[in-house]
């Protein structure tokens, strides 16, 4: 909005959405690339009793809710999203009437002569110019940010919360979201939101809610490459694949037998070829996932307690809060916020950081790591019982009994029935034996 036209035309409003759209767009690409920054000391590892994640979660939860029952409503309405800020226009007319009457009787007292302070009247016209280009800047960046908020929390409707590219509670609080949106409606909800001059910038103000947003500080955001505004759930699975894929396939992204493999005497290379994945091999491959143990200062030996996170470490330092506040169960994360600045291995506070929220972190990540990219591989976590009588127990066939010699042939005997018949059994061949158990002859 401009100083001379307040009102700005529908069609000037479009042309400077579409400048924003494309700002918006630029700014997504830059928060998909760059890491967060920290932003605040950590005053508490652990928060206990206060629940803020969850309240942070129900607030983006009914948030979410609300866009997409005002959005139905609105195409129901009007057939699309509008420019228009019907409900909201009167209230901005006002403010901006008395702004420049304002700044009318300041000019023609500066013009006459009559201001007794000259130097302060032309400081309040400046100010008057800058509330308006301000106001003005910030509209066209409201009306994208609002289709931006949109389109997430529709995909919050069809995938969930938490589901990538979805608002993370991480953003901008609701509150302020809200008033965007009843700005951009176009309905009767901009009715709800007041503008006042405060501090040297316009502040709208939500009637309804209480909810404040500073005009100048979301200008300021909107360049910001970590635009709280449009603040989204990223997308992890390449990366959780990539590390998956490390520890379970060769150099030809084929399957090797570390942490899976094939039931004894099936061809690895026929279709019907299944592979197996022990409950001792998933736990192994979790554990591998995790990275290695850090080395001990001190000793300049590994610590055997703080993990690095292997291929997770980048991504939690990235995203970290993140994964912990939009993606993690309640039943992991246990209402705790995440730490704004995480502290630093071998200092006295990482300690109660890694086993409160790291090393949980690494957990998750390497456990759906698994459970989205095993989809082709016969877990015996998933179904033991029926895990145990197709392809046995654990892993133990693919290794030598460790009995003495006298029980291993003992069980033998019994098995066979008799020593003519053990003795046609060929050194390295597996057999079943009465329990379950799967043994090699020994040679």
């Known amino acids: 909005m401009s100083y001379k036209d307040p009102q700005q035309t529908g069609q000037k409003v479009a042309e400077s959405a579409m400048r924003s759209v494309k700002e918006r767009n630029t700014i997504q690409q830059q928060n998909a690339q760059a890491p967060s920054e920290l932003e605040t000391n950590l005053k508490s590892v652990v928060q206990g009793g206060i629940n803020m994640l ?73 100010s008057i110019k800058n509330l308006i280009d301000d106001y003005g800047k910030a509209i066209p960046k409201v009306l994208a940010t609002a289709q931006a908020i949109t389109e997430a929390a529709d995909v919050a409707g069809k995938n969930g919360m938490g589901a990538a590219n979805t608002l993370s509670v991480t953003g901008a609080p609701p509150g302020q979201l809200a008033i965007l949106k009843k700005i951009a409606s176009g309905g009767a909800s901009g009715q709800d939101i007041d503008l006042i001059h405060e501090g040297g910038t316009i502040i709208l103000v939500d009637n309804k809610t209480g909810a404040r947003l500073n005009i100048k500080e979301f200008n300021a955001a909107m360049e910001d490459k970590n635009n709280p505004y449009l603040r989204y759930v990223p997308d992890l699975s390449k990366g959780m694949t990539n590390n998956y894929n490390a520890f379970t396939k060769n150099h030809k992204d084929e399957m090797i037998d570390t942490y ?53 470490e980048k991504m939690i330092g990235q995203y970290g809060e993140s994964i912990w506040e939009d993606k993690m169960p309640n039943s992991l994360t246990k209402g705790l916020e995440y730490p704004m600045e995480p502290p630093m291995y071998g200092t006295q506070a990482y300690k109660a950081y890694y086993e409160t929220y790291y090393e949980p972190i690494l957990d998750y990540l390497a456990t759906m790591s698994i459970n989205n990219n095993a989809v082709d591989v016969q877990r015996q976590s998933q179904n033991p019982d029926a895990w145990e009588e197709k392809y046995g127990s654990g892993t133990s066939f693919d290794k030598t009994y460790k009995g003495t010699a006298e029980e291993y042939d003992r069980k033998m ?23 379950g158990r799967k043994i090699r002859k020994k040679s």
């Open 54 to 126: 969850q309240a942070k979660k129900n607030a983006m939860r009914k948030f979410n809710k609300a866009v997409l029952k005002e959005e139905n409503k609105l195409y129901e309405k009007v057939g699309g999203f509008t420019t228009s800020y019907a409900g909201y226009d009167a209230k901005a007319e006002v403010f901006f009437g008395d702004l420049i009457s304002n700044y009318s009787t300041i000019k023609t007292h500066l013009d006459n002569g009559t201001m007794k302070d000259a130097q302060l009247g032309k400081r309040d016209l400046a």
């Open 413 to 435: 005997d019994d098995f066979l029935g008799d020593e003519q018949r053990l003795s046609k059994v060929k050194p390295g061949e597996v057999i079943t034996l009465p329990d």
């Open 260 to 312: 899976t493999k094939v039931q004894d005497g099936v061809d690895p290379n026929s279709p019907e070829a299944v592979r197996t994945m022990s409950i001792d091999q998933e736990n192994d491959l979790k554990s591998a996932m995790m990275g290695a143990y850090r080395m001990d200062w001190k000793s300049g030996k590994p610590s055997k307690e703080f993990r690095t996170g292997g291929g997770f």
